[in-house]
């Protein structure tokens, strides 16, 4: 498999330079040739099929020229170590993506990304330095996933004063190989800081006679994080297109005792994805080219709508984040727009996207209301997606018949300070009470970006 720049198509690397480079020297995003097609015989059993061979036959045809099989066996295996059941919910499924070490559908990509990374730099005696911007739960999934990773370090940007106390726990609360930058600024700042550090070959990398690390990222806007996303929609729409949902696991956020739908749909899904950076839908996108049964995708996003005004006028106008209860989701110019550009024309884009925009106040009632009617706790992000699927039946856009995934992106207990006032706190799953123990460490610095260069030198 070759990748190219979104901005250039003319040259091509394999998989080790487009993961490894992050961003490509042009500053646009490594894309795949070609979207790969399933075998046959994968497409026709992935209903039936175990999620770890999912995964391996997933990205399999992405990696195969440099990771051998054996080796993304172990990887998958090590990395997926936990499930993205979709279970009934009132009369639609949730896909549950929070089921790993940080409770957010990052772990996927992020756990992933860091033993790939390990396996590409098995010869290298050169450390690597991993930047990421996060609007909340990216960073804590990449924190953990690089956690102790030799030879690799990662330095995480985040908005100062707009991510959750518990996200900055475990942003700013692990250490060793992981720093912590406070950005005095939005999200998208933090984006534009790492993309010009990235991109800035002019820095002095003197260290006490030593070079700095070299530089990738570990955002969506990384390859290697994107196309493992793709897996659990592959998964869920074989099972919802057979028939075969799953039951509530440890971290399942359901009243005990709350019905569950007597009546189990199947066939085709329409996922509805809580969007921000648009790297979660792209992967989307990727499954459903690679065959996964799926009818189309809900892009509902809070009021940041860059890309639900780009669908209904065909103009692509970026602008300032704004902040709401549904932080991750606080991007004004999405970076993986550039990427499904690159896959989709506009119109193409109109026939397998619809999008919707939610405002706080439609949020929180969405979480009042599913808690009451169906016991169960929707977090401010899986929230705006139950909402936006609501708003487009009411606008007659979709069949209110047909069958609804909602991306249930992170567990409600991480986003307790707007879940508890309304309906009370949610049960809390094993893989965050430690986090809620860790003590933040982090540095301050402006939304500058010679501030960050400053401090990748200490």
Known sequence: MRFYSTRNKNEFVNYTMAALSGLAPDGGLFVPQEIPLYPAQVRSSLGSMDFIDIAFETVKPYVQDTIPNNVLSDIVQSAFTFNAPLVPVADRYSLELFHGPTAAFKDFGARFMARSFSYLRRNEDHPLRILVATSGDTGGAVADGFFDVPGIYVTVLYPKGRVTPLQERQIAGLGKNITALAVEGSFDDCQRLV??????????????????????????????????????????????????????????????????????????????????NFGNLT?????????????????????????????????????????????????????????????????????????????????????????KEAGYFLDPHSAVGWKGVEKLIT????????????????????????VEPLVGLPPIPTSLTNAMERTVNAKTIPADVSALMESLKE
């Open 395 to 418: 606008d007659n856009k979709i069949n209110g018949t047909d069958i609804f995934g909602i991306l249930s992106t992170a567990h409600p207990a991480k986003f307790s300070e707007v």
């Open 195 to 276: 993309k010009a550090a990235l991109a800035n070959e002019s820095v002095d990398t003197e260290k006490n006679s030593k070079k700095q690390p070299a530089l990738s990222s570990a955002n969506s806007i990384n390859i290697s994080r994107l196309i493992p996303q793709a897996v659990y929609y592959s998964a869920a729409a074989g099972r919802a297109f057979a028939g075969n949902i799953d039951y509530d696991e440890e971290a399942t956020p359901r009243i005990k005792g709350s019905p569950r739908p007597l009546e189990i749909k199947k066939g085709l899904i329409t996922f509805c994805v809580p969007s921000g």
């Open 283 to 371: 992967a989307g996108l990727y499954a459903m080219k690679m065959g996964a049964p799926i009818k189309q995708f809900i892009a509902a996003t809070n009021i940041n709508k860059t890309f639900p005004d780009y669908l209904n006028s065909g103009e692509y106008l970026t602008r300032v984040s704004q902040v709401t209860i549904s932080n991750a989701m606080d991007v004004g110019a999405p970076s993986n727009f550039e990427r499904m550009a690159a896959h989709f024309t506009l119109e193409e884009m109109r026939e397998i996207i619809l999008g919707v925009s939610v405002n706080d106040e439609e949020t929180k009632e969405t979480i009042l209301r599913i808690h």
